[in-house]
């Protein structure tokens, strides 16, 4: 699976967008790039996930470059709720067979101020 | 659902001693997994099952470490003899695959494994 590349932390203001950025320079084609949170003492939690095509859900938005070198999470009205540590990977999904692991990094610290 | 169950939430023991952890998967999830997250090491995995059965386990540690699943509903991550290094945080998660374009991974509460 690719490697990933995030800033170790960042902090936002309360109520404004936080857009987590994260590069995946060495994607291929048949890479998946996911999104997780970990609040604090909980177990991670899946926020989003997507290929190509821009993703929202109900969490997060996810814009992945064209090129698919890179992705940005947004979170579209930040809560103190969000303040956790935000995990990109990239893996090949293979849906109902293969390699099923995530392979965690060391994430972004997101801070969010009130 | 209740979601991933672990227990013991918080397990404080000597070094020496057999340490076993529990999990119970989400119902009718077909993948199972265990985590180990360390500040140092961050979020590991050490091992993961499919239908039962172990795929792969290259990540555990070393041999004090086994981890079985006996049904679908239930799965064990023992370590004998239990040392400080193996101080951590222990999560489970599942998945289910059947069905699914992608695979999102549900996570316990985890463990918090204290050997002194």
């Known amino acids: 699976d690719a490697k990933t590349t995030q800033p170790p932390s960042m902090d936002c203001a309360e109520g404004r967008a936080a857009n987590l950025p994260c590069n995946h320079s060495t994607i291929s084609g048949n890479e998946y790039v996911y999104w997780y949170r970990q609040i604090h003492s909980q177990g991670p939690q899946y926020i989003i996930h997507g290929l190509k095509n821009n993703e929202t859900n109900e969490m997060a938005s996810l814009i992945i470059t064209e090129d698919r070198k890179s992705s940005t999470l947004i979170l579209p009205h930040a809560t103190l709720r969000d303040t956790a540590v935000y995990y990109c990977i990239v893996r090949v999904d293979l849906s109902n067979f293969g390699n099923e692991k995530l392979t965690f990094g060391t994430g972004t610290r997101l801070t969010i101020i009130p | 659902d209740a979601g991933v169950i672990q227990s013991p939430r918080h397990e404080v023991t000597e070094m020496g001693q057999e340490v076993t952890l529990r999990c119970k998967p989400i119902s009718g999830h077909d993948y199972l997994f265990w985590y180990r997250q360390t500040m140092m090491r961050g979020l590991e995995l050490l091992i993961y099952f499919n239908n039962n059965v172990p795929i792969d386990d290259s990540g555990m540690p070393e041999d004090r470490f086994s981890a079985k699943m006996p049904n679908a509903s239930f799965s064990t991550l023992k370590i004998q003899p239990s040392e400080p290094r193996d101080s951590a945080v222990y999560f489970c998660?599942?998945?289910?695959?059947?069905?699914?374009?992608?695979?999102?991974?549900?996570f316990g509460p985890g463990t918090r494994l204290t050997v002194l």
């Open positions: 998660a599942s998945t289910q695959t059947s069905g699914r374009p992608y695979n999102e991974q549900f």
